[in-house]
Structures are given as structure tokens and as C-alpha cells.
């Protein structure tokens, strides 16, 4: 949510919007690059943002995501099987695939790509001849343009992948080769064109966030059990059943998830149509996805295995994305294929038995809207959300703010909602971190790793100008200590504790003398 905020902010106030001092504070932050940053998104929804708040715009973006995803999915099976019906069936697994219910939970990036769909369907067209160069390129380099505004993440997958579909396109697709030929030049001028629309992102993209990542892809990839196996959580059937099997996947973001009935459409497809060469091409790239999406190594119920290919992207660009949201490729594939198969011509009981797995199939991704994922309720204290912070902050003062580390992502919500009224010393934007913010003395206790000490504390709200610490609700007791050791008095106020901090309250002359008497008391500065 913060980034629905951000955006317009930064742009009413006439500031760079890649860059921030609202985080991690007094740094600046550059977040080209940070896949979490969706400017699209957050301008798009500007007008809902502005007058609502952000909650509001995230619902309203969550909810509009999957079926907009879903129309042009629809568009582009529509197209390949020549069934209305057809294409309906593809466009809803795809927009309503267990990938886009697991990335639904918090990432409003990874669902808006609806683009993906859209350039693909394009492709085709313009392969077949359908569409005219101009008009493609146009369309095309707009699609790639906004895929780059809206997350640098499957911005990259998708061009990576989309370069591997037209190689293996031309070596399993000899009689296709002369219109891959005709389509190269159209396909290169809207990439260059996109590149220009979406100069900006690009350029601080590659300029790096100058962050560096706290952990490996090494865990974030799918489990090989995964696709047959319903993640706890989100569909409907099956998940109590296979509750203890699927505790073992090693990443809750996981959503490959496609079910025994549409894994049987899938087989029963390129079995038989074996010798049509789309059918090998499709075949080939969702093996291709699949094992890319199991990571740098084979997991089967959490064990990790054999190194696979993945394992060779490590330190790149490529490798810098999360295999298991791969998956959003697996999906779209998976969908082309079930649309094919029901395209086909049918009649008597075989009709029926088509029928019954395709709405079998459906039955079995169907969400399961009793979970607290699709409802949760949104924490806001008083302190914020009743602007009592005013009373107590400056504008633009640094705050540092604790919250238990299950929810490190509370303080950039609450700061999002004050009209970034107050700057914080850290944020949470994924994996990735500013290098001196993970090599500080105090790292370990704010990502809560360890105890905080009251030396670590005290130089780190002096380097960082602390105004003031404010602990949310179930915040760490340790914290209590160190911050009573520094000297910094508590004072409840609208749902959180506050500790204002004076001019020389931790001054190194006021240092050397609560060493001195082992003690030290403060007085907030009057505000």
C-alpha cells in the first residue's frame, strides 16, 4: 500500500519519485529496481487513493486485477482454439489461477499483467499476418512499457522467457520460419520503442537500488509436489486433506497449484495432438517453465535434491527473480492448452465427459473465501489514524517505529496513511535492504533476530536523528529495556507507546555522563 501513497505524494510535491527519503532515513533511497514499486498501478489509482486513502485503493486494485487479467487471457485462447466458449474457460484459469490468489495476499505488482496476455495475443497476430506492422508496434511497445511501470520482476521474466518461445519457435517450427523472419523487425522496433516509453524505469532500474539481499532465491522456488498439491490457505477442495504435506513447501508464495482434472486435460492434449508442431512448442515451453520454476534445486516435499538449470542464472539478472512466481507462465500456458483441448470438436458422451472435467477443473482452483486472507482487518492505531501524531511529531521528523517482526510491513502502512507526515529509519520492500542499514549493530534486532542493546541502540538513533520510537502493539519486550537503559522515558499515546527524544538527550555528552551515574533520565523536548 505504501507505494499507492508514495507515488502520488512524490509527484504533488514536485519530487523524483525514485527516489525517497520517506525510508530508511536520513539515506536516500533509490528504488529503481525495487520489484515491489509499481508506479502504473499507484498513478492509475491515484484518483481512488487521493479522496478514499489506500486501503480503499488496494481493494479496489486487488479486485480489478484478476478479471482484467482474466479478459485478455480470454482474448488470446479465444483466438488460438477459435471458441468463444473456449476462451472463456482460458481466460478464467488464467486470471483466477492459484497464482494470482496467492499473489493477491500482498503483491498489487504481480497481478496487474494483464500485459503479458495481451503481448502474447499480439504476437500471434502478428505472425499470422493479422495485424498491421505499424498498429502491432505501437500496441506492443505500450504493453511492454506498462509491464516495465509496473514491476521490474515479470517485466524481465516475461522478455526473457518470450526470447526462449521464439528460439524454440523457429528450431521446432521449420514451415514458421519465414514469418518469424517478417516478424523480427516489427518485434525489435516495438522493443526499442517500449524501451524509450519506458526510459525512466529502465534507467534507474539499471542503476540499482543500492540494496543488497538478505537472503537467497534458494527457498523461494517451487515445491515439484506443488502443482498436484492445494496450498493451505486459498482453494476450496482438498487443502485440509493435504494440510500437513503442503506445511512442508518451503515458500508460502507458492502457486503453481493446478489440480489432478486440469493436469489430466494437459496430458491428455499433447498426447494426442503429439504431432502438431504447436502442440510440441507449447509442450516444450511449459517444461521449460516448470523446471524453472522449481529452483536452483529439485524440492519434493521440502527435501532439496538435484541442482537444475536455475542454478546457472545465479547472480544475474534473470536469476535475480523469484522462480516460484514463475508460475504466472505456467498458468498462461496451462490455460492456452485447456483452451485448445476444449476446442475441439465433440459430441454424445464424450461432449459430457469434456464438459465434466473442465468444470471439474474449475472446481478444483475455486478459492476458498473463508480464510482470513480475503478479510483480514487492517490495524491502524488511533495515534495514526486519528492524526494524533500531529500533536507530538514534526513534519519530516525521523521516527523509528518497532512492531513484532511478523508484521514488518505495519509502519510503512502507517506512514502511508499520514500523508507521509514523518520520515522512518527503515522499510520494508522485500528481500532487499540498504548495505549500511544490514551491516548496523541494531540489524539484528530490528528484523527480530536478537535482543537490542543499549549501545547499538543509542549510536544508532544518533547517526540516524532519531525524533522519536514509537512501539506498536505486540512489539518485543527487550525493547522496553534498551530503550529505558538509553534513558528514554515511555508514554502511552492512541494505541501505541511513545518516546520522544530531546535535543541532547543522547548527545555523546549526555552518553558520557549516564556511564557515569549508570543511570539517565530525559525530559521530551517541549514540542
Keep these: 500500500m505504501w507505494n499507492q501513497a508514495w507515488w502520488p505524494h512524490a509527484l504533488l510535491h514536485g519530487e523524483n519519485p525514485f527516489f525517497t527519503k520517506a525510508l530508511f532515513a536520513p539515506d536516500t533511497l533509490l528504488l529503481g529496481g525495487q520489484a515491489a514499486m509499481s508506479p502504473l498501478a499507484a498513478i492509475a489509482a491515484t484518483p481512488i487513493t487521493l479522496p478514499f486513502g489506500t ?3 488496494y481493494n479496489v486494485w486487488m479486485l480489478v486485477s484478476p478479471p482484467l487479467a ?54 500471434l497476430r502478428l505472425i499470422d499476418g493479422r495485424i498491421g506492422q505499424r498498429r502491432f508496434i ?15 520482476e515479470p517485466a524481465v521474466t516475461f522478455l526473457f522467457l518470450g526470447c526462449i518461445s521464439l528460439v524454440a519457435a523457429y528450431l521446432l517450427l521449420p514451415a514458421l520460419r519465414p514469418r518469424l523472419h517478417t516478424a523480427a523487425r516489427p518485434l525489435l522496433a516495438s522493443g526499442a520503442l517500449a524501451a524509450l516509453l519506458a526510459s525512466p524505469a529502465i534507467y534507474y532500474a539499471l542503476r540499482g537500488n543500492s540494496a543488497v539481499p538478505t537472503q537467497g532465491n534458494g527457498l523461494s522456488a517451487s515445491d515439484a509436489l506443488a502443482f498436484f498439491v492445494p496450498p493451505p490457505g486459498f482453494v476450496r477442495l482438498g487443502q485440509h486433506y493435504f494440510a500437513s504435506l503442503s506445511a512442508r513447501f518451503a515458500f508460502s508464495e507458492d502457486g503453481a497449484y493446478i489440480g489432478v482434472p486440469l493436469a489430466l486435460i494437459i496430458a491428455r492434449y499433447t498426447i494426442t495432438r503429439r504431432r502438431l508442431e504447436a502442440t510440441r512448442l507449447l509442450a516444450a515451453m511449459l517444461v521449460i517453465v516448470v523446471v524453472f520454476s522449481l529452483g536452483s534445486y529439485l524440492h519434493i516435499a521440502g527435501y532439496p535434491t538435484i541442482p537444475l538449470p536455475w542454478k546457472l542464472f545465479d547472480g544475474t539478472l534473470v536469476g535475480e527473480a523469484l522462480p516460484a512466481r514463475l508460475t504466472l507462465y505456467t498458468s498462461l500456458i496451462v490455460a492456452i492448452i485447456a483452451a485448445l483441448w476444449l476446442g475441439q470438436r465433440s459430441s454424445g458422451r464424450v461432449a459430457m465427459a469434456k464438459w465434466a472435467l473442465a468444470a471439474l477443473s474449475i472446481a478444483f482452483i475455486l478459492p476458498d473465501l473463508s480464510t482470513t486472507f480475503w478479510n483480514a482487518p487492517v490495524t491502524n492505531p488511533p495515534f495514526f489514524s486519528t492524526q494524533q501524531y500531529r500533536s507530538v511529531l514534526r513534519k519530516g521528523e525521523t521516527v523509528l ?42 540489524w539484528p534486532a530490528l528484523t527480530g533476530q536478537a535482543n537490542p542493546t543499549p549501545d547499538a541502540l543509542r549510536s544508532f538513533l544518533i547517526r540516524r536523528h532519531v525524533g522519536a520510537v514509537i512501539l506498536g502493539v505486540g512489539a518485543p519486550v527487550p525493547w522496553l529495556g534498551a530503550l529505558a537503559e538509553v534513558g528514554l522515558k515511555p508514554r502511552p499515546f492512541g494505541g501505541v507507546v511513545l518516546y520522544q527524544i530531546g535535543p541532547r538527550a543522547i548527545s555523546p555528552a549526555s552518553q558520557a555522563r549516564q556511564e557515569r551515574r549508570h543511570s539517565a533520565t530525559i525530559i521530551p523536548a517541549p514540542r
Design 401 to 442: 517505529i518497532v512492531v513484532p517482526p511478523t508484521t514488518p510491513g505495519a509502519p510503512m502502512f502507517w506512514q502511508a496513511e499520514t500523508g507521509m507526515w514523518f520520515r522512518m529509519t527503515q522499510g520494508y520492500l522485500g528481500r532487499k535492504f540498504p548495505p549500511d542499514y544490514v551491516t548496523d549493530p541494531l
Design 55 to 57: 486501503v480503499v485503493s
Design 138 to 152: 505501437v500496441l506492443m511497445a505500450l504493453a511492454l512499457a506498462g509491464l516495465g511501470y509496473t514491476s521490474t
Design 70 to 123: 482474466a479478459f485478455f487471457a480470454f482474448l488470446l485462447c479465444r483466438y488460438v482454439s477459435g471458441s468463444f466458449i473456449a476462451g472463456l474457460f482460458g481466460g478464467y484459469l488464467f486470471g483466477f489461477s492459484t497464482y494470482m490468489l496467492v499473489q493477491m495476499v500482498g503483491h498489487p505488482n504481480l497481478v496487474f499483467i494483464f500485459m503479458i496476455p495481451a503481448a502474447v495475443h499480439l504476437t
